[in-house]
């Protein structure tokens, strides 16, 4: 990459962004676009990389040479058109994060539920343990201040997605799988389906290398049948009492503390504890927000399956006991709230109000079938107070009157998150 002038559309999206510091940091000359600003765009301008608001043609330069998409561009996008019409070469995000990595040793954490949090919690036992990896994760790390943290060009932690098979573009030489359970249900079709993306990502970790994993999942156990390299179980092991609680996280921190022990098994255990029990988190990972002028807390979650909407909702019973839960939930694709109706029904009755908004479509068109308004009813028919509001401003309305015994979290894969910034009076 150096030395390349590289020009990134959708370079706002979190591995994106990412990738683009990952390739400054080599020398690249990295610049991009994206639809709207975020967080995430207000971080790269902070390390000086330049992104554009708006898709132009015009923003790909004639000394251009490399493009880098992200899977939700199409294919008619005028940047990439623009850069067909002048040959310019081309590789989807995945595509380039392989390249990138390719040379020295991978640790790539993969899994339906916990690769995020996964990730974070190996990238700060490596980091504090003096071991300096380069990380690429898909969210912001609070430690860090970023998505990303240069280190050695010879070990990576790389959070790995499983959509459209993308980890298949990586070289694993540590495989962490935290857990399997159908989901992206606009690409698999069923459990089997997503289990074969699994199993190939599986042969793919060369002689010498080892996959880290849950063996007493009985979703895991057929991807690892006639496997020649070792597989290693991360659900025995011990790990020490957390900030992020919750049982869900327990098993992320037995997941990273094992791959940091087979990367080196001479690691002092008790430094990784230390390591593991001082994490903090990482953002929209049941991120606390502040407090609304009524004395509410406000807390924000990036989950959108049933099972980590019912895993977070169940840990806020527990953590927060007496508490009134009021759920804001963004419902992330049609596809997914169509396939898990039920499911999502039997995960928001955890809460005691639900607030539903309309579904954040994101790369999939409207499907009539499917809507807010139909599961706020099945939720209410269940016994919980549900309803259906169609922008965050209403939200807010309902929101604001509630008193200091409740607990709001705003829940979701979209942009609920400055519903959450709004209630406690930050800029969006």
Request: net charge negative.
């Amino acid at each position: 990459m150096e030395k390349k002038n590289i020009h990134m559309i959708g370079i706002g999206g979190i591995g994106m962004s990412a990738l683009a510091q990952l390739m400054q940091s080599t020398g690249a000359q990295v610049q991009g676009t994206d639809r709207d600003t975020s967080p995430v765009t207000t971080l790269l301008e902070e390390k000086g990389i330049t992104v554009h608001i708006g898709h132009d043609a015009n923003q790909v330069s004639p000394d251009t040479n490399l493009v880098v998409y992200s899977d939700a561009v199409p294919n008619d996008n005028p940047e990439r058109m623009r850069a067909d019409e002048w040959g310019i070469r081309q590789l989807s995000y995945f595509e380039a994060l392989g390249e990138a990595t390719k040379e020295g040793v991978s640790i790539v954490i993969s899994g339906t539920h916990g690769k995020t949090t996964t990730t974070a919690m190996l990238a700060k036992v490596l980091i504090d343990l003096g071991k300096n990896p380069t990380v690429i994760a898909g969210s912001i790390l609070s430690e860090y201040g970023s998505n990303f943290v240069a280190g050695r060009s010879d070990l990576f932690v790389i959070e790995g997605c499983e959509y459209k098979r993308h980890f298949l573009h990586l070289t694993p030489r540590i495989l962490v799988i935290t857990n399997i359970e159908l989901d992206h249900t606009d690409y698999y079709k069923d459990l089997g389906d997503i289990q074969d993306a699994f199993r190939s990502v599986v042969a793919l970790v060369p002689h010498g290398g080892v996959v880290v994993t849950d063996t007493s999942s009985t979703a895991i156990q057929p991807i690892l049948e006639g496997l020649l390299v070792p597989v290693v179980p991360y659900q025995t092991g011990t790990v020490p009492v957390l900030r992020a609680t919750g049982t869900f996280n327990r098993a992320n921190a037995q997941a990273a503390k094992m791959a940091a022990h087979i990367l080196d098994p001479v690691l002092d255990p008790a430094r990784v504890d230390a390591s593991l029990a001082s994490f903090t988190g990482t953002w929209r990972r049941f991120e606390y927000k502040g407090i609304t002028h009524t004395g509410a807390l406000v807390y924000d979650d990036y989950a959108h399956h049933p099972t980590a909407v019912a895993g977070t909702l169940d840990m806020i019973r527990a953590e927060f006991p007496g508490m009134r839960i009021v759920v804001v939930f963004h419902p992330h694709l049609y596809s997914r709230t169509k396939a898990f109706f039920t499911e999502f029904v039997s995960a928001l009755v955890r809460a005691d109000e639900v607030l539903i908004l309309p579904i954040y479509a994101a790369r999939e068109p409207n499907d009539p079938s499917v809507d807010s308004g139909r599961l706020a009813e099945a939720i209410r028919v269940s016994g919980t107070d549900a309803r259906s509001v169609d922008t965050f401003q209403e939200a807010c309305a309902v929101l604001t009157r509630v008193d200091a015994n409740t607990l709001i979290v705003t829940m979701g894969a979209g942009d609920v998150y400055k519903l959450a910034d709004t209630l406690v009076g930050h800029s969006v």
